[in-house]
């Protein structure tokens, strides 16, 4: 019987790496072509992908290009969950200078939930999870703690670090390459029960 491994993704962590990288043409990623490119091919077979994130109400652009993408997502198989922003104030004790910045809610909760939602109906026995935040050391720790025969690997984008707690309960760790993600990146149109334009600000150096 093959391994079933499941992807559990902090979406916004893995969106500010990506966004370092300074190739928005990244963002476009297909992460089930890519997760499936990271398990080992003839052991492992993947089975659920979670992506946790929220959409921007504040700026119509992003909100376009977000829901496009959670959309392209969604017909290859990978499951969004979605929380929302919140305006929380935020000021300097420089300048005395007060606003509202947006923070983004639900994500940690909703991706702590599935994790050992899944662990405990026995969707996986292999999970992969990628973030650098270290506030998923709890789910983890109980996840190792309670399923002791399950594996977890902590995984990152090039240029990000691991978070040293995760490595400390975690069975592996995993680097993303540049060149993987250049390999799993959605085609300009995807066609299905609804046809899928890619957004302009994605397009790749020099087009396709």
Same mark, same amino acid.
């Not at 300048?95 to 639900?106: D, F, I, L």
């Given at each position: 019987?093959? *391994?079933?491994?499941?992807?559990?993704?902090?979406?916004?962590?893995?969106?500010?790496?990506?966004?370092?990288?300074?190739?928005?043409?990244?963002?476009?990623?297909?992460?089930?072509?890519?997760?499936?490119?990271? *398990?080992?091919?003839?052991?492992?077979?993947?089975?659920?992908?979670?992506?946790?994130?929220?959409?921007? #109400?504040?700026?119509?652009?992003?909100?376009?290009?977000?829901?496009?993408?959670?959309?392209?997502?969604?017909?290859?198989?990978?499951?969004?969950?979605?929380?929302?922003?919140?305006?929380?104030?935020?000021?300097?004790?420089?300048?005395?200078?007060?606003?509202?910045?947006?923070?983004?809610?639900?994500?940690?909760?909703?991706?702590?939930? #599935?994790?050992?939602?899944?662990?405990?109906?026995?969707? +996986?026995?292999?999970?992969?999870?990628?973030?650098?935040?270290?506030?998923?050391?709890? #789910?983890?720790?109980?996840?190792?703690?309670?399923?002791?025969?399950?594996?977890?690997?902590?995984?990152?984008?090039?240029?990000?670090?691991?978070?040293?707690?995760?490595?400390?309960?975690?069975?592996?760790?995993?680097?993303?390459?540049?060149?993987?993600?250049?390999?799993?990146? +959605?085609?300009?149109?995807?066609?299905?029960?609804?046809?899928?334009?890619?957004?302009?600000?994605?397009?790749?150096?020099?087009?396709?």
């Amino acid at each position: 019987m093959p *391994i079933r491994a499941a992807f559990y993704i902090d979406g916004f962590n893995a969106y500010h790496a990506l966004d370092a990288l300074r190739a928005p043409h990244l963002k476009w990623l297909n992460w089930w072509a890519l997760a499936e490119t990271l *398990i080992p091919s003839q052991s492992h077979h993947l089975s659920r992908i979670v992506l946790c994130t929220a959409t921007r #109400t504040d700026d119509v652009g992003k909100q376009n290009r977000h829901r496009k993408y959670v959309a392209a997502l969604e017909s290859v198989g990978v499951t969004c969950l979605l929380g929302h922003f919140s305006n929380e104030p935020r000021s300097c004790r420089h300048c005395g200078e007060h606003w509202q910045s947006p923070v983004e809610k639900q994500g940690d909760v909703n991706l702590a939930l #599935t994790m050992l939602g899944d662990a405990y109906e026995d969707v +996986f026995d292999h999970c992969y999870l990628v973030t650098t935040d270290g506030d998923h050391v709890s #789910t983890v720790r109980n996840i190792k703690n309670r399923f002791p025969s399950k594996s977890v690997t902590t995984v990152v984008i090039t240029g990000r670090s691991h978070n040293r707690h995760l490595l400390s309960l975690a069975d592996d760790k995993m680097t993303i390459t540049r060149a993987s993600l250049e390999r799993s990146l +959605f085609p300009k149109l995807i066609t299905g029960e609804k046809a899928i334009l890619r957004p302009a600000e994605y397009d790749p150096p020099g087009g396709g």
